[in-house]
Each structure stands twice: as structure tokens, then as C-alpha cells.
């Protein structure tokens, strides 16, 4: 089975994130660089079903030169190759750019399945794989805590409010993953030398058949107009609970009108 | 004055507040049309979609537009979109509304806003990203406006509309039925709101300790009329189930009051609640940096704490 697994790079969480003053778009040299969390779930999934089922898992990546690193990671984890479509013609790309344009990748190298995490920590728009799925006009398996695959049908659990459905489709197909489904694995000392050695195809926008006029800042569907640091919340009022804590609490929501 | 479609959200024939919230909201900027998908509508949620404002009522009652993931909503809302040509598409900014989203944006050219938190003149939208660090207006550029909206961003006020049906029938391509759902499985809840969009959410943290201690924080929430939510830790823990967490992994929320019981406030747990409109966090360590956050702390045991305020709760009720 030659399962594609999507992976981004995104800013640490833990570090300041910014967006760039001249052009709106996020500033990827103001923060650390790391491996969208739950991009990590899907690669431990791709892998994991790649051992029950065979195969090859490649990792596929959008953009720029410092995204390596997070190739290196999911490759050290267990991935047999990795294809990195990056593109100065891609910064700025929203998510309807950006999907079509992994979409014409995934077109291109082909695949029996698709898996990413259900969003990402930065933009957190959780539509790609809508997108995606919607652009391949394959099934739409997102938000899966569990996947089960017997031949070329595929079964998910996908999570809702109330629980979760049970859907069924037929291969090729897209699935998203929460972070419920595993436990992403750590890349042993062998794996991460091996990595070293593992194929890396490098893409850019000609090779895989992306029109220029779709991609990019200039091309964006949506754009940012403004945007402000938000105001920091003001300092509260902490006290400690001398046995009437509950009680007082309780005051401060009957003063908010909340009871 | 323009119209703009609204997709209900609805459980067992009943509206969902977000779609109050977003039939509130359209209002400012045209004449909204709620645009009901599937089997299932009652002459009640005609009632209660006509009360907040809903010009139009397009119902699209086919069975199989809900047996499927996703696309046939967006595939529906498209062929909606290419008859009306309204001036913007608004949906909930939950898991599957952004779905839809995503989908119809693609299928309609447009473009597409995700967890909007204000949506004024032109449709500029307000976001709060990165964890609520940054406000950011956006909008967008191509097609017709698609925004997906957070809930609880829009208090929910009645004015009538005429509510007027139209009956919508829908020829779903094979592409939109290739995700079949064969089973939903609720599990259970009892009467709570939802979590992402109730008004008041009440949260545990590894300070509960257990999940028979997670009792504690369901009496204060039922108390309040809340929702219950919980730390990566808890459900980590398996003390309760993941699809209440709340945080960066979990869900968003964005109530007007979240309490925060034996939760420390990491970052990755703040992203998840910090547009809060009042946070109220009780933990026995006064160095927490959820007391950062919040308006009105108590450094004390949770296991003293919660009860107790779950107690002035019935009193005054």
C-alpha cells in the first residue's frame, strides 16, 4: 500500500508566534520550528499500517528549506522516503492554495492513502483535508481515533460531540487523525541515522504541474487586513481559600450575574 | 438588503444556540435564509429559525444528504450558492462546519474564514489566533464570502422573520457519497450542553486525581447549567473521555465564563479557552499560570473548593 503522509512544520507553541509586519503572513524566522503535533500522530498511523499491510510511507511537505528538519523527523521515525514541494512562488499560500497545490503533488506521486493530522497548531483552520479530499474526489475520512483496513475497504471511527460514526469507504482515500488514535513513537539512534540516507525528492511548483497564478500570497482567496497583539487581560483577584473559598468564588459569579 | 445562507446546525430535530447565533449575526449584514440539510425538520424549528430572523427556510429533507461525511452539506450548499447567489455563506465554526467549509470553498471558488469571532461591514472577520495572542481582521477576496463562525461570538436575540419554506431537492454526485456513515454511536452525556458551544464550561485538571473525583466537577456544571471540559492530563489520564478536552489538541472554546478547577494553564491548554470572556480558576498552587488568565482566583483544594461553590450555586439559584 503506498500510504502519503502529510507533515508541517509550524511554530513552537511554547515560543512567541508572529505574524510579519510587511505582508501579513506568519513570521517562521520569529519562532522555532517543529513538527505539527498532530502530524506526528498521523505518521505513527501511516507507519503502523504500513506494518500490518505493507507498503511505503512517504512524507510530503509544503514549504520552505528549513521544513527539512521536520522531513528528517518522520523519516527518522520510520518513513521510507520523503517529497518536499518547496517554491518561493508558494509563501503566502492559504489554504485553498495550499491544497490545491499538495493536491497536484499528491496527483503526481501518487497513492492508495492519504493521512494528516485533522489540523495544524498555527493556522488551526482544520480544512485541509476537506480540501484535499474534495480536490482528489476521494473519500473524506476525517477525524478518525481509529482506522482499520481489510483489502481495498477502509472503516474509521470518526469523532463527533455525541461520540463518534462508523464510516466505511473503498481505498484511495483521506484520512485525518485526532490525537487520541496512538501513541507516536520516539525515533530510536538507528532510525535517525538511517534517515540520512533516505531519498529526498525536492519539488518545485513546474515539477508537479502547479499554475504560479494559483499559489502564493498574490493568489489567496482570503487575505489578512490588520492585526494587533491582543490587549493582555487585566490583572484579577486571587485569594486564597481560608475554608470560605467556594463561598466567595460564588460571590464573584453573583456579582458577574452568572448565578 | 442581501442574503445571506446560514446552515442549522440540528440534533434530533431540534435547532442548535449557534445557529441562533449566526441567524443573530447575518441579520446585521442582510436577510438571512437558514438552509436546513436533511430529514427531520419539525413545524417547532420553523418556529424557532422564523423567531430569530430567518427570511427563507430552504429545507433539503433527502435522506442520503446525512448519511455520508461532509460532502454532500457542501454539495448542497454549492447548488445553493450557483441559485441564490447570496452575499455570503455563514456556518459554525465546529469540526464539521469547518469541514464544510473547506469544501464548498473549493467546489464554489471562494474563500473561506475559519473560526471567526466578529463578522462586520464587507464581511471582515475577526480572529483570535495563535492561542489568542493576536487579533486579526481578515476577508475574503474571491467568490462568495464563507465564514465559519465560533460559537457563542453573537449573543443570540429574537426578530422575526417570515420564515418562508422552500423545498430544496438535491441530486448528490458519487464523489459526495463515498464516506459512508453505517453507525452513530452516542455515547453518554446525560443533559449537558455541548462543549463547544455552551455559555459557561466548567474543567478539570490533573488536580481532580481520579475520574470518579471528576463527579466534583459534573456537580458544579450541572449546577451552573454548564458543560464539562477537561486538561490533556485528565484525559491522558483516561479520568474523562478526549472529546472534551479542551486545548490545542482538543477542542476551542470560547464561553462567556470558564472555570478552571486543577488545571495548571499550560499554553497548550490556554489556546484552547483563552478567549474566554471571564475565566475563573481554582488550584493549590498559587505559581499556576492560569492564574494569569483569570479574573477571579482561588488558591485552595479543589476538593474543598468545588463543592463548596457548588453548594452557593444551588443556594442562590
Not at chain 1, 485525518?176 to 507516536?184: D, G, L, T
Not at chain 1, 540520512?196 to 525536492?202: A, L
Not at chain 1, 487586513?225 to 483577584?237: E, K, L, S
Not at chain 2, 456513515?181 to 486525581?209: C, D, H, M, N, Y
Request: glycine residues 10%; contains cysteine.
Amino acid at each position: 500500500m503506498n500510504i502519503v503522509v502529510c507533515v508541517k512544520q509550524v511554530p513552537d507553541t511554547a515560543t512567541e508566534r508572529k505574524l510579519r509586519s510587511d505582508d501579513k503572513t506568519l513570521d517562521r524566522d520569529a519562532a522555532d520550528g517543529v513538527v505539527n503535533e498532530l502530524d506526528e500522530y498521523a505518521v505513527e498511523e501511516a507507519l503502523k499500517l504500513k506494518e500490518a499491510h505493507g507498503g511505503e510511507v512517504t512524507v510530503l511537505t509544503m514549504g520552505p528549506g528549513k521544513a527539512t528538519e521536520t522531513i528528517r523527523k518522520a523519516l527518522a521515525m520510520g518513513a521510507d522516503k520523503a517529497v518536499h514541494l518547496t517554491d518561493e512562488a508558494l509563501h503566502g499560500s492559504d489554504a485553498l492554495s495550499t491544497s490545491y497545490a499538495m493536491a497536484q503533488v499528491l496527483k503526481k506521486i501518487g497513492f492508495d492513502l492519504v493521512v494528516l493530522g485533522s489540523e495544524s497548531t498555527d493556522a488551526r483552520t482544520g480544512v485541509l483535508a476537506a480540501m484535499l479530499a474534495e480536490r482528489l474526489g476521494t473519500p473524506q475520512l476525517t477525524l478518525a481515533n481509529k482506522v482499520d483496513i481489510e483489502g481495498s475497504s477502509i472503516r474509521i471511527q470518526r469523532l463527533t460531540d455525541y461520540g463518534f460514526d462508523k464510516v466505511e469507504a473503498t481505498l484511495p482515500a483521506v484520512v485525518s487523525v485526532v490525537e487520541k488514535i496512538n501513541e507516536p513513537r520516539y525515533p530510536s539512534f538507528k532510525g535517525i541515522m538511517a534517515a540520512k540516507k533516505k531519498p529526498v525528492e525536492t519539488l518545485a511548483i513546474g515539477d508537479a504541474s502547479i499554475d504560479a497564478a494559483q499559489v502564493g500570497l498574490a493568489a489567496a482567496w482570503s487575505e489578512v487586513v490588520d492585526f494587533a497583539a491582543a490587549p493582555p487581560r487585566a490583572a484579577g483577584t486571587v485569594v486564597k481559600d481560608e475554608g470560605d473559598g467556594g463561598e466567595k468564588a460564588a460571590e464573584f459569579l453573583a456579582s458577574k450575574k452568572f448565578i | 438588503m442581501s442574503e445571506i445562507l446560514v446552515l442549522v446546525e440540528h440534533v434530533d430535530g431540534e435547532v442548535k444556540k449557534v445557529t441562533l447565533e449566526l441567524l443573530t449575526l447575518a441579520r446585521t449584514l442582510g436577510t438571512p435564509s437558514a438552509v436546513w440539510a436533511g430529514p427531520g425538520i419539525t413545524p417547532d424549528a420553523k418556529a424557532r429559525l422564523a423567531e430569530y430572523g430567518a427570511e427563507k427556510i430552504y429545507v433539503a429533507p433527502a435522506g442520503d444528504i446525512v448519511e455520508y461525511v461532509v460532502a454532500p452539506k457542501a454539495e448542497l450548499l454549492a447548488q445553493l450558492v450557483a441559485d441564490k447567489s447570496p452575499s455570503a455563506v455563514l456556518v459554525a465554526a465546529t469540526a464539521e462546519g469547518k469541514e464544510i467549509a473547506g469544501r464548498l470553498a473549493v467546489k464554489t471558488d471562494s474563500g473561506v474564514i475559519t473560526d471567526a469571532v466578529g463578522l462586520g461591514e464587507g464581511f471582515v472577520a475577526d480572529q483570535s489566533i495563535f492561542g489568542g495572542g493576536i487579533n486579526v481582521q481578515s476577508k475574503v477576496r474571491k467568490g462568495t464570502p464563507i465564514v465559519a463562525v465560533r460559537p457563542n461570538s453573537t449573543a443570540p436575540a429574537p426578530a422575526a422573520g417570515a420564515g418562508a419554506e422552500e423545498e430544496i431537492s438535491v441530486a448528490l454526485s458519487e464523489a459526495a457519497k463515498a464516506a459512508r456513515i453505517v453507525e452513530r454511536v452516542k455515547q453518554e452525556k446525560g443533559a449537558r450542553p455541548e462543549l463547544t458551544e455552551a455559555a459557561i464550561v466548567v474543567s478539570g485538571g490533573r488536580g481532580v486525581g481520579s475520574a470518579e473525583n471528576f463527579s466534583i466537577i459534573e456537580e458544579l456544571a450541572d449546577a451552573l447549567g454548564a458543560a464539562v471540559g477537561a486538561s490533556r492530563a485528565a484525559t491522558d489520564a483516561g479520568w474523562y473521555p478526549h472529546q472534551f478536552q479542551v486545548g490545542q489538541t482538543g477542542k476551542t472554546v470560547s464561553p462567556q465564563l470558564y472555570i478552571a478547577a486543577g488545571i495548571s494553564g499550560a499554553i497548550q491548554h490556554r489556546a484552547g479557552m483563552q478567549t474566554a470572556k471571564t475565566i475563573v480558576a481554582i488550584n493549590k498552587d498559587p505559581e499556576a499560570p492560569i492564574f494569569e488568565l483569570a479574573d477571579y482566583g482561588v488558591v485552595g483544594d479543589l476538593h474543598q473548593v468545588v463543592p463548596q461553590l457548588t453548594e452557593e450555586v444551588k443556594k442562590r439559584k
